[in-house]
């Protein structure tokens, strides 16, 4: 079945720098584009980039990120990455994986991983 795995979550000081990773299996993972999405206590899940399954297609980075976070994947080993570097304080969040139902960021979602915990703490 679709399973989706993040990793590398934990704490981090304001300004550093993490790397998560999204493993995926049961499913032909170069195919489909690939979101992250953080969800805050109280607050709504929020999608913040995508990388779809193309060049064709731009990868998406919403602007609370952009320039500091940076999407990849890697289809040899069926896991997308997140860089996230210059974290703030109001970055702390669960990070989740999503797959989409095919290449592009503009299809529905499909699939959810069990989320990693981020936190920005000095």
């Known amino acids: 079945q679709v399973q989706l795995v993040e990793s590398g979550g934990g704490l981090v000081q304001p300004g550093g720098s993490l790397r998560l990773s999204c493993a995926a299996s049961g499913f032909t993972f170069a195919d489909y584009a690939i979101g992250w999405f953080r969800q805050a206590p109280g607050k709504e899940r929020e999608g913040f980039t995508c990388?779809?399954?193309?060049?064709?297609?731009?990868?998406y980075y919403a602007d609370v990120v952009k320039g500091r976070f940076t999407i990849s994947r890697d289809n040899a080993k069926n896991t997308v990455y997140l860089q996230m570097n210059k974290l703030k304080p109001e970055d702390p969040a669960v990070y989740y994986c999503?797959?989409?139902?095919?290449?592009?960021?503009?299809?529905?979602?499909?699939?959810w991983g069990q989320g990693t915990q981020v936190t920005v703490s000095s």
């Open positions: 990388i779809p399954s193309s060049s064709s297609e731009e990868i």
């Open positions: 999503a797959a989409r139902t095919g290449g592009s960021c503009h299809l529905a979602l499909r699939s």
